[in-house]
C-alpha cells in the first residue's frame, strides 16, 4: 500500500500522503487513497465499465487536485465508484498533460460500503515533493 493517512495534520478531514518511483505510480496511489477513504472496499471494483479521462495545467499542483477530484465527482454526479488503473502524464507546449484509466461501477448502497464522504481534495499543505528519486504527495480530503 503505497500510502498512509496522517493523524496529526487535520482534526476535522483526511489527511494523506501517497508516494511511488514516477509521478505516474504517486498518481495512482493517492486515487486509491482518495477512493479508498469514500469506498473502503476498493477490491469489489475490479471491474465494471472502462473510464478514462484527460486533465491538463500548467501546474502540476492543480493537475493532480483536478485528478482526484474527478473521483469525487465520479461519485457525487454520476453515482460512480472509479478505481484508476494506469496514470501517464507527459508535457506538451507548456503544459502537463494527464491521462487516465479506470474501471467504473454504480454505487448500489445495499451492495458497497460507503465510507466517509469526501466533498473536496483541498489546497491546505497540499505538495508534490521528489525525494531520493521517490515522488512524494500529501493532501487534505475536506470532508
Known amino acids: 500500500m ?6 496529526n495534520v487535520t482534526t476535522a478531514d483526511v489527511a494523506f500522503e501517497a508516494w511511488g ?3 505516474e505510480a504517486m498518481a495512482v496511489a493517492a486515487a486509491h487513497a482518495v477512493a479508498h477513504v469514500m469506498f473502503p472496499d476498493l477490491d469489489t471494483i475490479a471491474s465494471g465499465r472502462p473510464h478514462t479521462y484527460r486533465i491538463t495545467d500548467d501546474n502540476l499542483d492543480l493537475l493532480f487536485v483536478n485528478f482526484l477530484e474527478e473521483l469525487i465527482f465520479a461519485k457525487d454526479a454520476r ?5 484508476v488503473t494506469s496514470v ?6 507548456g503544459l ?4 487516465a484509466a479506470a474501471w467504473a461501477d454504480p454505487i ?4 458497497h460500503p460507503q465510507g ?3 466533498k473536496a481534495v ?9 525525494l531520493n528519486k521517490r515522488w512524494r504527495l500529501t493532501a487534505v480530503l475536506d470532508v
Request: charged fraction near 30%; proline fraction near 5%; avoid cysteine.
Open 108 to 111: 448500489a448502497p445495499g451492495q
Open 96 to 99: 502537463y498533460v494527464l491521462d
Open 2 to 7: 503505497p500510502y498512509r493517512y496522517l493523524d
Open 116 to 118: 466517509t464522504d469526501v
Open 79 to 83: 453515482r460512480e465508484r472509479l478505481k
Open 88 to 93: 501517464s502524464i507527459h508535457r506538451k507546449a
Open 21 to 23: 518511483d514516477s509521478l
Open 122 to 130: 483541498t489546497l491546505h499543505r497540499f505538495s508534490i515533493r521528489q
